[in-house]
């Protein structure tokens, strides 16, 4: 399981742009074969820092995506929305790496 967590600092003036785009770019990798999961959650705090959370089934899943051509257009656009670079967390874990929570029980 391949499991990705981009941080990115949106221009206030482009947000319009990015909010467009960030939402047909979900729905797009939404539709890979080997995509589990695909959200983006805007930071309570600062309302032009997002948060992106991939899982891809494993590394060939991952580098399949990064080649798709909806991939490589959101790259460029990107450039254009943010105000730096983004920053990315990148984990290749064994097996689907989901574990139980323990300190959580589910109660009547």
Do not use: C
Request: proline share 5%.
């Amino acid at each position: 399981m391949i499991l990705i967590v981009i941080q990115a600092q949106i221009r206030q003036d482009r947000r319009d742009e990015w909010l467009a785009g960030i939402a047909e770019y979900t729905a797009n990798v939404r539709s890979e074969p080997g995509n589990v999961s695909f959200d983006y959650y805007q930071n309570g705090d600062d309302p032009n820092e997002f948060a992106i959370i991939e899982v891809f089934r494993d590394g060939d899943a991952g580098a399949a995506h990064v080649k798709t051509a909806h991939a490589q257009q959101f790259f460029v656009d990107m450039g254009r929305w943010v105000t730096k670079k983004p920053l990315l967390n990148y984990q290749d874990l064994p097996g689907d790496a989901w574990v139980e929570m323990g300190e959580v029980t589910p109660t009547d």
